[in-house]
C-alpha cells in the first residue's frame, strides 16, 4: 500500500523536472507513469524508456534489469486508476461533532484517521463507498497511536460497537468502512497532510502541538521556543553551524590581511 499523496501531478512533475525519485522509488515512478499516460499522453514503449532514463538519471548505478518486472506493471497500470489531484479533503461538523464525543482522546484521534483515509478514497473514487483498506499499523501510525496490539483491536472493537465503523479483516489488512463519513455536507476542515492526523486533531482542541514551521508536520509541543520538527531542526542546526564555520573562516581571512 502506498503512500497517500494529495496531489499526484505536483509528485510527478517535481521527480521529472529535478530526476529525483525520493526515498520510495517505485511510488514514484508509478506516479510519473501515470502522468506520462494520462497527461502527456505517450505509449507504454515511450513511457517504459522513460522511466529507465528516470531511474538512471536519478542514480546512475541502477541495475535496470532488476526493476524489469516491476516496470513492467507499473507500465502495464499507467491508465488503469486516475491520476490523483486533490486540494485537501472536507471534514465536516457533523463528523467532527460525533469525534469529539468520543470518551478518549486515543479512540478520537483513531476515528479521525479513519474519517480521513476514508474521505481520501471517496474523493478518488466514490465507488469507494468510505471504505478503507490500509495496513492496521499504517493507520496507527498515521493516528499517533503507539499502543500493543491488543489495545489496537480494543480501539477498533469501541468504534464498531458504537456503530461508527463496521469492518471485515483480512489477513494484517483493516477493512473498515466509516459509517459515520458524510458524503456532503459544510466543511469545518479541510485536510492538506496526511502526515501524523493523530497530532493534528490534537493541534485543533488546542492541545500542546506545533505545526513545524519549515514543513508543516504537527508534532508534540516540548517547550515554548519549539517550532521545528526534529527532521527539519537538525536539518537547520547542520546549515547554521555551516554558516558560522565559513564565517569564522573569513573573519579570519580578514584579520591577517596585512594593514
Ligand atoms: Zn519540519
Known amino acids: ?12 512533475e517535481a521527480a521529472i523536472a529535478t530526476n529525483k525519485l525520493g ?18 499522453g505517450y505509449k507504454k514503449k515511450e ?10 538519471k536519478n542514480d546512475p548505478r541502477t541495475l535496470l534489469m532488476k526493476w524489469d518486472d516491476a516496470l513492467d506493471g507499473i507500465v502495464k497500470t499507467s491508465n488503469k486508476t486516475p491520476l490523483i489531484e486533490l486540494d485537501g479533503v472536507p471534514i465536516t461538523s457533523n463528523e467532527l461533532q460525533i469525534i469529539d464525543s468520543l470518551p478518549s482522546k486515543q479512540l478520537a484521534r483513531l476515528a479521525f484517521t479513519l474519517l480521513c483515509v476514508a474521505k481520501y478514497w471517496y474523493a478518488v473514487n466514490e465507488k469507494n463507498n468510505m471504505w478503507v483498506n490500509t495496513a492496521d499499523r499504517d493507520i496507527m501510525a ?9 489495545r489496537q483491536s480494543e480501539l477498533l472493537h469501541n468504534l464498531r460497537e458504537l456503530r461508527l465503523i463496521q469492518f471485515s479483516k483480512r489477513v494484517d489488512n483493516l477493512n473498515v468502512q466509516v459509517l459515520f463519513a458524510e458524503p456532503h455536507g459544510s466543511t469545518t476542515m479541510m485536510v492538506t497532510d496526511f502526515r501524523n492526523l493523530g497530532n493534528q ?4 482542541l488546542g492541545g500542546s502541538f506545533i505545526r513545524c514551521e519549515q514543513c508543516g508536520l504537527v508534532v508534540r509541543r516540548k517547550n515554548n521556543a519549539h517550532r521545528y520538527c526534529t527532521d527539519c531542526a537538525a536539518e537547520l542546526h547542520s546549515r547554521k553551524s555551516i554558516e558560522s564555520v565559513s564565517r569564522k573562516r573569513d573573519n579570519k581571512a580578514v584579520s591577517f590581511q596585512p594593514v
Open 1 to 12: 500500500m502506498s503512500k497517500i499523496v494529495l496531489n499526484e501531478r505536483e509528485v510527478a
Open 201 to 204: 486533531y490534537m493541534l485543533r
Open 142 to 150: 498515521m493516528a499517533n497511536i503507539s499502543a500493543s496490539i491488543k
Open 23 to 40: 526515498a520510495k522509488p517505485g511510488e514514484t515512478l508509478i506516479r510519473v507513469a501515470k502522468y506520462y499516460a494520462q497527461v502527456e
Open 47 to 56: 513511457i517504459r524508456r522513460k522511466l529507465e532514463d528516470l531511474l538512471l
